[in-house]
């Protein structure tokens, strides 16, 4: 297991080995509170209501509120046409818990979630699977991503990409890309060889058209503007830089393509057919989240620790505002916090005596 899967083969492995008791089907559906104390929480679990009372403490760690359809439409820009990554029982009931005991959520960092560029694949028997395009697509040499006038809009390397989708208002948008580039790195479901493009076709996830200017038509965007774009970039991957969105900078080659001459992520646009994949603003998180102290306990409104409550994770609100500076930044905090909830919890009363 690599990355994230491992991640959480650990966690697991480790929780089993200390005897932890775990619960799945068993909903936390309020908070138990003695006083100013939280003391517990009532769980849903085989139909049942179940009060668990908590001696040291609870934490709140239920994974934020990307599937929240009020929250979406407070806090995330497009909220209809925005695909979340996280799974649907994430609606932010952590959270609502927590407001309604007495604490606080911050309402806005600099990004209100980990901005995540999305496509989506209709099955025929009419699931749909989600798309992640992080780095196997986007950043490598020849493809560009346009919106309805066939222009570009943005680096499409940057990692924070979905923002200049906000800002530009280019959504939904498209990746395109010509057959050269398709057969050697895939885009999006057809993976890198071009491995499922037949497939991908047939259940219309990708288009592809003989001319730009047919997919144009195919894609509903305008066909100059793509025909342009097109020629623009091919001029630029000739010279390697890219004057209109900086696209194979020096924070964006690590994702190109090294063997790739002479800018890793600049490639021509030029050998037909073409193919084109829509896209959307989507999250792999949302990042705001409730106010903690610096021993992971909720804050009320007057700034004061409700006791007994602890948040980490996607309930606590991002120390970086919503900009880690690096890939893997949501998962140390979590880690980080996590352990200080616990430390402070087994530390218990003799530390609020000392504190």
């Given at each position: 297991?690599?990355?994230?899967?491992?991640?959480?083969?650990r966690l697991l492995r480790s929780a089993l080995d200390a005897g932890v008791e775990l619960w799945d089907r068993a909903a936390v559906v309020d908070l138990l509170k003695d006083g100013n104390r939280i003391t517990g929480a009532v769980i849903e679990r085989n139909g049942e209501r179940i009060e668990v009372t908590a001696n040291r403490g609870v934490v709140l760690a239920s994974g934020g509120f990307s599937a929240n359809p009020e929250m979406r439409a407070k806090f995330i820009p497009y909220p209809d046409q925005?695909?979340?990554?996280?799974?649907?029982t994430n609606t932010g009931d952590g959270l609502n818990m927590a407001m309604s005991a007495g604490g606080v959520m911050e309402e806005e960092n600099l990004c209100n979630g980990a901005w995540t560029l999305m496509s989506l694949a209709t099955h025929p028997d009419g699931t749909v699977t989600k798309f992640p395009h992080l780095f196997l697509d986007r950043p490598k040499p020849g493809c560009i991503a346009v919106n309805s006038r066939g222009e570009r809009f943005a680096d499409e390397a940057a990692l924070d990409m979905v923002k200049d989708m906000h800002a530009s208002g280019s959504v939904p948008a498209h990746l395109v890309c010509d057959h050269k580039f398709i057969k050697k790195y895939g885009?999006?479901?057809?993976?890198?060889?071009?491995?499922?493009l037949k497939k991908w076709i047939n259940q219309g996830y990708i288009v592809t058209a003989p001319t730009l200017a047919e997919l144009a038509g195919k894609i509903g965007v305008d066909a100059a503007g793509l025909e342009e774009s097109a020629r623009r970039m091919t001029r630029y991957a000739s010279d390697g830089h890219d004057p209109d969105f900086g696209k194979g900078n020096p924070k964006d080659v690590g994702m190109g393509d090294p063997d790739h001459k002479p800018n890793p992520c600049l490639g021509p646009v030029e050998t037909g057919p073409f193919y084109a994949v829509k896209v959307y603003p989507g999250d792999s998180t949302t990042t705001l989240g409730l106010r903690v102290d610096d021993r992971a306990r909720v804050m009320d409104t007057a700034g004061q620790p409700l006791k007994g409550l602890y948040a980490a994770g996607l309930d606590m609100n991002s120390l970086w505002r919503g900009v880690p500076p690096g890939n893997g930044g949501n998962n140390t905090l979590s880690?980080?916090?996590g352990y200080i909830a616990a430390l402070d919890m087994a530390q218990g009363e003799a530390h609020d005596k000392v504190a």
């Open positions: 297991m690599t990355m994230g899967n491992a991640l959480m083969a925005h695909v979340s990554l996280v799974p649907e885009l999006g479901m057809v993976k890198p060889g071009g491995m499922g880690l980080t916090f």
